[in-house]
């Protein structure tokens, strides 16, 4: 989420339905102004390490990964475990958790660190696929635990960050846990459950699609202990965290970034039997090597927060042949830092934001400013990147289709002009040619919308470069959400409707289909450069 009004940005609001933190109309954030073209871990006792304890009948762990593009393949025709959902989260302290890594390697540990008022609890970890419609599978589930209910979150006052600092409850080796997403079910013994989510990431990247998880913006976005980046106990953004921890649960169910913007993305890119590499933002701006050698590198839904490291380590990739995908609105806009926890490197996620001037690292020893890439005294606009130029926010728009014989439209049967309601939303990206642009750009969607009262366009973009990599972006953070529509799934389909899931289905599996075959200017039309044509410019 973006935006400001003489200082002030936009706060979250209480939610409705249960659903907190989530940067569109229907999860509660107050209306965000509209842009314009402005081109301006908590140390715990070492316990036990969990293995496999009590696994349940005919569902035994998944095999060792291997390096080959095709290791997931054993993995993918296993059965699935339907009961994956939650039925009873319950209130918010009857159990909740948080691990003290964002990833792991097959085989490595984590500490699990949980809180409860029940007197146990026993945690299922299901990985995120396809699994024949499932959807997930049981991969390992613990003996019960004894609970207990954890110390109040700590407060630290200069930056207000928000800790858990919790006592570790469980260590746990991933030991035949193939890769790729997680959600830990936590299930108390008075039946309340709570996710904890958790990327076991890829060996390698070489000729895979990659996944990159934006665990970075689903920290920003966290109210746990009551604050975020974006506003205070009291609502206010004035009082909001300056750094937000890791070392905390996730507010609402857990997972709820995971699941609105990232898990049917997931699920479908497991379903084509592509050769994919799971990944976060934490592990891409730590180590280029995460993406070398990959044929695509897939932004999800919702992917606002990136460190500069990230950055340069993404438009290298694409440089080198790795074509790129932004799956939502929206990326790329803040500049962040990791810091370090109380016990780990890379555990907090410092974002001065509009206070930016106040951040020592800042003002004494001149790092870049974290706030909105596209602000001096650093100027350097996602466009470049992206190709489109995050606008505003909020609007509900149809997704009006401009180049019905672009590749990616190939089998949707979408014409000239085809509209596809709500599509568009709630918060939309757009070519903007006073921006940094690609100098040779394709339009192929063009979306009128109205936000804040003012008119204005949505834009799906492609560009190339002279490496081969394709780059596309859908100019909205809904289309993820979109892979769900009219099923009642995890996202909230904002009034889509299954015409609508079956255009961008076809639509995302052209686009994987192709990205995964290497860089899609080798084996794809040129984008036609239509900017001017259709900005008259």
């Known amino acids: 989420m973006s935006g400001d009004d003489a200082g002030q940005e936009a706060r979250p609001r209480a939610p409705r339905g249960g659903h907190g933190g989530h940067a569109d109309g229907s999860g509660g954030l107050v209306r965000r102004h509209f842009l314009g073209a402005a081109a301006a871990g908590a140390a715990g006792l070492a316990l036990p390490t969990a293995t496999g304890c009590d696994a349940p009948s005919g569902k035994t762990p998944g095999p060792a990964p291997g390096t080959g593009p095709d290791d997931l393949a054993a993995e993918r025709a296993r059965a699935g475990s339907p009961d994956w959902r939650l039925r009873a989260p319950g209130p918010p302290e009857a159990v909740e958790g948080y691990t003290d890594t964002v990833s792991v390697r097959p085989g490595e540990e984590f500490g699990l660190y949980v809180s409860t008022t029940a007197p146990g609890f026993r945690v299922s970890a299901y990985r995120v696929g396809w699994y024949g419609g499932a959807q997930a599978r049981l991969v390992w589930r ?32 991933t030991t035949g846990w193939p890769p790729g997403a997680y959600l830990l079910r936590l299930d108390a013994d008075h039946g309340h459950q709570r996710y904890v989510p958790l990327i076991v990431r890829s060996g390698t990247a070489d000729g895979r699609t990659v996944l990159m998880h934006a665990v970075t913006t689903w920290q920003a976005y966290n109210r746990w202990g009551g604050y975020s980046l974006y506003a205070g106990q009291d609502g206010a953004y004035r009082t909001r965290s300056l750094a937000v921890s890791f070392d905390r649960p996730y507010d609402a169910n857990g997972a709820e970034k995971f699941l609105v913007h990232e898990r049917a993305l997931v699920v479908l890119a497991e379903r084509l039997g592509l050769p994919l590499a799971y990944t976060t933002s934490v592990d891409v701006h730590r180590s280029p090597s995460e993406l070398r050698g990959a044929t695509a590198v ?51 996620v410092t974002c001065y934001k509009t206070a930016y001037r106040d951040d020592p690292s800042f003002a004494a020893r001149h790092e870049p400013p974290t706030q909105d890439f596209r602000l001096p005294p650093a100027a350097d606009p996602e466009s470049s990147l992206t190709g489109v130029f995050y606008e505003g926010y909020p609007t509900d728009a149809p997704y009006v289709v401009h180049q019905p014989d672009h590749w990616l439209f190939a089998g949707t049967g979408a014409g000239r002009g085809a509209s596809f309601d709500h599509l568009v939303g709630v918060e939309y990206d757009r070519v903007t040619p006073e921006a940094p642009t690609p100098e040779k750009l394709e339009i192929i969607a063009h979306s009128p919308l109205v936000c804040a009262g003012r008119s204005s366009h949505a834009d799906s973009a492609y560009y190339t470069v002279a490496s081969g990599a394709g780059v596309f972006a ?49 084996t794809r039309p040129a984008p036609r450069n239509n900017v001017a044509a259709v900005y008259g410019t």
């Open 474 to 522: 859908t100019g909205t953070m809904r289309w993820v959400e979109a892979l769900m529509a009219g099923t009642g799934d995890d996202g909230r389909d904002h009034g889509m409707d299954a015409r609508t899931r079956a255009f961008v289905t076809r639509t995302t599996e052209n686009l994987l289909r192709a990205f995964a075959s290497g860089p899609a200017a080798r």
């Open 142 to 173: 613990s003996p019960r635990i004894a609970g207990q209910h954890q110390r109040r979150p700590r407060l630290l006052p200069d930056t207000r960050t928000v800790r858990a600092d919790w006592r570790r409850t469980l260590a746990v080796r």
């Open 298 to 348: 897939l932004s999800l839904g919702h992917d606002e927060y990136w460190t500069p490291q990230q950055r340069a380590h993404v438009t290298r990739a694409r440089d080198t042949g790795a074509n790129l995908a932004f799956l939502g609105a929206n990326a790329c806009f803040r500049r962040v830092r990791l810091d370090p926890g109380p016990s780990a490197a890379l555990r907090t």
